[in-house]
């Protein structure tokens, strides 16, 4: 499914604090380590790499949304379409902000981890967070709208079986008074932590929960490649 049309309403979903708090924790996180080269694997609009490029790191980025990639271009920054499994280069670090890893299949999740290592140089980092199971089924799922100037837009959540399946509808005003009808449901997994932790090729260097909109909703973690 294109995730343009979540693209085209993330400013009216109400995360951009959210989004600062969890650039500046990154930023926190990879400090302490000298990494020089950075891929961010969804990397939306481009914020977090402008972020990394105040401290002079090379910056690189890759989305599956061809409207984010145009944002992040526009600004000037270095950004693809394409995935993960797609990249030929090696980077001192790879991250992944805003719950990337749960829009993966979990018959897709070893692939994908096994890409972000053949992209990592020796001892390279893999920064992430993820959704935990109180963050899907008592946070995530439920229901929102929101409007702005010529836009309204409902949102539907429903978590079952370790899955959330988010329903967008955006209604767009014309000139002409009449509206435009554009929906699109986006699928998003539950990963538990153990899964990481038991991992062969990466070694987990740090865990935390944070508390995002509740308590321990997300679980932020940093992998080493073994």
Aim: glycine share 4%; charged share 30%; aromatic share 12%.
């Amino acid at each position: 499914m294109s995730l343009d049309l979540y693209s085209k309403v993330e400013h009216l979903l109400g995360i951009e604090e959210s989004t600062k708090y969890l650039h500046t924790l990154y930023s926190e996180v990879l400090y302490n380590y000298e990494i020089k080269t950075l891929l961010d694997v969804g990397c939306g609009r481009g914020e977090l790499m402008e972020t990394f490029a105040k401290y002079d790191v090379e910056c690189e980025g890759i989305d599956l949304s061809k409207l984010m990639v145009e944002k992040a271009q526009a600004k000037g920054l270095k950004a693809e379409h394409k995935s993960v499994c797609e990249v030929d280069k090696k980077y001192d670090a790879v991250v992944s902000v805003f719950d990337v890893l749960n829009f993966v299949k979990p018959d897709e999740l070893d692939g994908f981890m096994n890409c972000v290592h053949e992209s990592l140089n020796e001892d390279g980092l893999f920064v992430f967070d993820i959704n935990t199971l109180h963050g899907f089924s008592n946070v995530a799922e439920g229901t929102m709208t929101a409007e702005e100037d010529d836009m309204f837009l409902a949102v539907d959540a429903v978590f079952e079986d370790n899955e959330l399946h988010t329903k967008f509808t955006l209604f767009t005003k014309e000139e002409n008074d009449c509206h435009t009808k554009e929906q699109s449901t986006i699928t998003q997994y539950f990963h538990g932590l153990k899964y990481f932790k038991n991992l062969k090729n990466f070694k987990v260097v740090q865990s935390a929960y944070l508390d995002m909109y509740d308590q321990k909703d997300k679980a932020l973690i940093v992998l080493k490649k073994a």
